[in-house]
């Protein structure tokens, strides 16, 4: 029943941005955290952001501090990753996910996935 659907891949030049969305459903933002993970070809999944049921943001890569912002409008059921100054060592398939409690935990926990979106960074 909970279903969560990634949306706003696509292929941006290095130095680029891009905004990826959330859509969450059978559930309610405001209950749940949300997390986006990444996996790049040949390399395991890992966490980049995740944001708790009242707004507190936690992350999970060091490689995008300073880079990637998320945020959700709970109104709309939705996520949003927002990645800026994006290398190509950001391509990989990106992945929204829900884990049932109210905070982020560490990452490796949670319950429900989308089926993913590709960002494609490319010269």
């Known amino acids: 029943q909970p279903q969560l659907v990634e949306s706003g891949g696509g292929v941006v030049q290095p130095g680029g941005s891009l905004r990826l969305s959330c859509a969450a459903s059978?559930?309610?933002?405001?209950?749940?955290?949300i997390g986006w993970f990444r996996q790049a070809p040949g390399k395991e999944r890992e966490g980049v952001l995740c944001?708790?049921?009242?707004?507190?943001?936690?992350n999970f890569a060091d490689s995008v501090k300073g880079r990637f912002t998320i945020s959700k409008d709970d109104a709309k059921s939705t996520v949003y990753l927002q990645m800026n100054s994006l290398t190509p060592e950001d391509t990989a398939v990106y992945y929204c996910?829900?884990?049932?409690?109210?905070?982020?935990?560490?990452?490796?926990?949670?319950?429900?996935w989308g089926q993913g979106t590709q960002v494609t960074v490319s010269s």
């Open positions: 996910a829900v884990r049932f409690r109210t905070s982020c935990g560490r990452g490796d926990d949670f319950n429900y």
């Open positions: 944001i708790s049921n009242i707004g507190s943001t936690t």
């Open positions: 059978g559930f309610r933002l405001d209950y749940y955290a």
